[in-house]
């Protein structure tokens, strides 16, 4: 059944030369947001990731993302770059060598999650230069969480870097596009 004040009209993108439209989603008292999936588009992912390419600060040696949809995302942009990457989980896994926990409160599509970083590939990021690399920098919640995690492997983090940025965080994240942060019915 669809929702009374559902908006009709989907949001459009363009990186290079990939067009999407996106459906509006509800999230809490937000109102409606585009929602960004990379998941199953490869397409999307590899134009959204050529288009990140040239925004990799100079001098940086790692990538930390997180599971799920940035992923693909992550994963293509080190293919590109050449970059190692590390991704922190939302789940514990049982292999896990002592991880890294660390609490994300209010995101902006759910409510507070718990990150883990395998121990083993925590220690891949210390001494190194670290770019965070999201899908959507909203509140710069789930960002700061993963800042963390950086600075608890010993590493340092040398930028934030999103396909898509949406409303106002104080981090210094460098975003293809913008998204309304709320899309009025
Ligand atoms: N619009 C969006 N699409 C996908 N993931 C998000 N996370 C926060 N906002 C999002």
């Known amino acids: ?12 993108i363009t990186v290079g030369n990939v067009t999407r439209s996106l459906r509006l989603v509800p999230v809490g008292q937000m109102g409606f947001v585009p929602l960004v999936e990379f998941l199953g588009d490869s397409e999307l992912t590899r134009a959204v990731a050529q288009a990140l390419l040239p925004l990799i600060p100079e001098g940086t040696e ?44 209010g995101l902006t599509l759910g409510v507070s999650e718990t990150l883990w970083l395998d121990g083993l590939h925590a220690r891949r990021l210390g001494g190194k230069k670290v ?37 106002e965080s104080s981090l210094p994240v460098r975003a293809l596009q913008e998204l309304p942060g709320r899309v009025e019915p």
């Open 1 to 12: 059944m669809s929702q009374p004040n559902q908006p009709s009209q989907p949001f459009e």
């Open 131 to 167: 770019v965070i690399v999201q899908d959507v920098i909203a509140t710069g919640a789930m960002a700061t969480a993963l800042a963390r995690l950086v600075e608890r492997s010993g590493g340092t983090v040398h930028g934030y870097l999103a396909a898509f940025k949406q409303g």
């Open 62 to 105: 790692a990538l930390l993302t997180v599971v799920t949809n940035a992923l693909p995302l992550a994963h293509e942009l080190s293919d590109l770059s050449g970059l190692p990457y590390e991704v922190a989980r939302k789940k514990r896994r049982t292999y896990m060598q002592a991880p890294l926990i660390q609490e994300v409160p």
